[in-house]
């Protein structure tokens, strides 16, 4: 048990005061993504500051999870960061929460010792409590996952360096950490022109016969 406390306000017209009692750091990936997805695992300072907590209010009680994610950022530009990350995250993703992408409750910041913080609170999505044995399937539900984000205007930037984005929630395949997304006009998977991400996650993930191109042909949504 890690034990330590934040004390927060959600960022909002009308605030919420809430502190964090954080359980632990998550650390690692899914295991079914560790176990099947022949890609590397990348632990950065930023990844140590992924913790599970429960939040409990100052005030009215608010419909979160009783367990949720937090993402803690320290500074200014990490604070600016995170904050453009829950734009995505309550802007164009807010439709594939718990589809494609972690619900999202909000953003939280306070000033601590001089310090800039931020804090995003997501569904805890561990990826311990099933582990999906079928590789033809695990690979189809990523690649169902990218398309939803590129249907609703989000290029992740950073999915294939390492495994730790993919991250299963009960039997769903979600994507995390939009630290390096941007908003994209996304041309589909033609073969002039295409998307580069989606290209390049056909090539690591697509397979005609399990159905992936034929749900989105190369034109799925041009």
């Known amino acids: 048990m890690d034990g330590r406390k934040y004390c927060l306000t959600q960022i909002s017209t009308e605030p919420i005061n809430a502190i964090a009692n954080i359980s632990g750091c998550l650390q690692g990936s899914c295991l079914t993504a560790r176990s099947l997805l022949e890609l590397p695992e990348r632990i950065d300072q930023r990844r140590s500051r992924i913790y599970s907590a429960k939040l409990t209010f100052d005030g009215p009680e608010y419909d979160f999870p009783e367990q949720c994610c937090i993402k803690i950022a320290y500074g200014d530009q990490e604070y600016r960061d995170l904050d453009r990350e829950y734009d995505y995250y309550s802007l164009e993703l807010q439709s594939l929460g718990g589809i494609a992408v972690p619900r999202c409750y909000g953003f939280f910041g306070a000033e601590i010792e001089g310090v800039l913080v931020g804090c995003l609170v997501m569904d805890l999505c561990i990826g311990t409590d099933v582990i999906l044995p079928d590789y033809a399937e695990f690979k ?14 989000i290029e992740h930037g950073n999915l294939f360096a390492d495994y730790r984005h993919y991250v299963m929630n009960s039997w769903s395949v979600l994507i995390v950490d939009f630290s390096a997304a941007r908003r994209h006009n996304c041309p589909g998977l033609q073969s002039v022109g295409g998307c580069d991400e989606l290209i390049q996650a056909e090539r690591l993930f697509g397979d005609n016969k399990f159905g992936v191109l034929s749900t989105f042909p190369r034109t799925w949504y041009v």
């Open 140 to 153: 189809r539900r990523i690649m169902m996952a990218i398309c939803k984000l590129h249907s609703v205007g």
